[in-house]
């Protein structure tokens, strides 16, 4: 039996599922449910979601910026939970609530914790610097 | 000799410094330097602190809320770093950028990074949800 560690089943994770869009992948990685418990500006904040659920909120999430590209800066992992620093970039090629798409090239950090459930994601909380964001669309 | 986790110092250092502002315990946390290595809208984003350039931040910061709480959501620690999932709240009572105080009640969330030197501090990589401080300051 292969030992992968969770910091690895994440990394991979954000890779497939979060940079190149592999919803087919999602079932892999996903507990039975996954709970985004605090995610401000993310329209599932607070919900418990399916697999079926989760990757509705992918495809939606990542039309903003499809060529989109997470960056890992950090992660650590104690009991079960993974923190991960991490930068984000792409092109604003679908619109959002108030700004429709622009076309530019925006760049966004945040950091996630995420908790497993054995070698399943079963949820996270995370902060992204949403206004950073908001400046990069806005500004001329 | 007593054994303290690097969470416990981390937790008594949110506590004393940053919710109590108590200057003179600065030194008591952190190391030599002390480096914010990303910490997007904190005017010392980037920079190498010494204990004294610390003191300045911390009563500079507070300024902006001198009543201000952070509460701990869940700490992980793997290797000399702790990540640290907080809120925030507290009174609008002093000046930002852009935004003279308003007086009013205001809350965030973040997440941190910290990076130990041995049980010293030395540094940290931070996300807070800056968008929803400016959206309950600048809306009605």
């Known amino acids: 039996m292969t030992n992968t560690s969770n910091k690895e089943i994440l990394a991979n994770f954000l890779k497939d599922i979060w940079t190149d869009g592999r919803v087919e992948c999602v079932s892999k990685y996903l507990a039975d449910t996954y709970t985004i418990k605090h995610d401000p500006g993310d329209p599932w904040d607070g919900k418990v979601l399916t697999v ?3 990757k509705e909120r992918l495809v939606q999430s990542r039309a903003m910026a499809p060529d989109q590209v997470f960056t890992v800066v950090k992660m650590i992992e104690e009991h079960g939970c993974v923190a991960v620093a ?15 798409a622009t076309g530019k090239k925006i760049k966004m950090s ?7 459930e054995g070698s399943r994601i079963s949820g996270h ?8 964001v908001f400046q990069q669309l806005t500004q001329l």
Chains 1, 2 share one sequence.
């Open 52 to 54: 079926e659920g989760f």
């Open 86 to 100: 991490w930068t984000w970039h792409g092109t604003h090629l679908g619109d959002i609530p108030g700004i429709p």
């Open 110 to 116: 945040g950091l996630t914790m995420y908790e497993f």
């Open 125 to 132: 909380w995370q902060v992204a610097d949403r206004l950073s």
